[in-house]
């Protein structure tokens, strides 16, 4: 079956450190892969995807690239941010184009000043 | 951007009585919604996909008469909750898709 597994959290960090948050996949086929956030109050809001093989996705500083031959797509940033505090979720879509989303358990990031 | 609204934001029941929450997408029209639960700590578990027009398919061991899904036009969803009971608190999630998935914010629903 579809499974994501994310590192355990809560995450703690200082302000400009650099995150790692680890997500590893199990999938059948060729899933695409997301990383979504939600902000405290706020609904989850997409951060970045890659739906192929060796795609980084990109945005707000942060990075992920679909690994295939470690089933992972790791999320990081080179200098967190107190306003990146929130829960980090990664996600599959098992089909291309498909709109059903596996999630992992999420990991809460906290960045302290 | 898009935007999804639910309603209400949180909830709080007595045991034995139904509630509705509803899903709008405010500024696009989606044929499909979809309907998460989450659990303290815990990741989003998909519960069912509601379609415009016709019945909602439900994931396996979700109760479709527990959880009733009525998509009753392009722009909204409901879920209700029949008959509550404690172990139905959680926090409900919907969802509707345009370029990609837009989500609403949730409803807390406490069962006393």
């Known amino acids: 079956g579809n499974s994501v597994t994310q590192m355990e959290g809560p995450v703690t960090l200082s302000e400009e450190a650099f995150l790692t948050i680890n997500c590893t996949y199990t999938?059948?086929?060729?899933?695409?892969l997301f990383w979504y956030v939600q902000y405290p109050g706020e609904g989850l809001q997409l951060l970045l995807k890659?739906?192929?093989?060796?795609d980084k996705g990109s945005n707000k500083g942060f990075e992920a690239t679909y690994r295939k031959e470690t089933t992972s797509f790791h999320l990081e940033k080179g200098s967190v941010q107190v306003s990146d505090s929130a829960v980090y979720f990664c996600?599959?879509?098992?089909?291309?184009?498909?709109?059903?989303?596996?999630f992992g358990q999420g990991t809460r990031l906290t960045i302290n000043p | 951007g898009a935007v999804v609204s639910q309603h209400p934001s949180r909830v709080i029941c007595k045991s034995g009585t139904s509630v509705k929450i509803e899903c709008r997408s405010l500024?696009?029209?989606?044929?499909?919604m979809f309907w998460y639960r989450q659990f303290p700590k815990k990741s989003l578990m998909l519960m069912a996909t509601?379609?415009?027009?016709?019945?909602?398919?439900?994931e396996q061991g979700v109760e479709k008469d527990k959880f009733l899904i009525n998509h009753a036009s392009l722009t909204l969803s409901t879920l209700t909750v029949t008959s509550a009971h404690p172990e139905d608190s959680s926090f409900y999630i919907c969802?509707?898709?345009?370029?990609?998935?837009?989500f609403g914010p949730g409803t807390r629903l406490t069962v006393l």
């Open positions: 969802s509707a898709p345009r370029d990609t998935q837009y």
């Open positions: 999938a059948t086929g060729y899933p695409s």
């Open positions: 890659a739906t192929k093989a060796d």
């Open positions: 996600a599959l879509s098992p089909l291309q184009g498909a709109q059903k989303l596996v």
């Open positions: 500024d696009f029209q989606a044929t499909t």
């Open positions: 509601s379609n415009e027009g016709s019945k909602a398919t439900y």
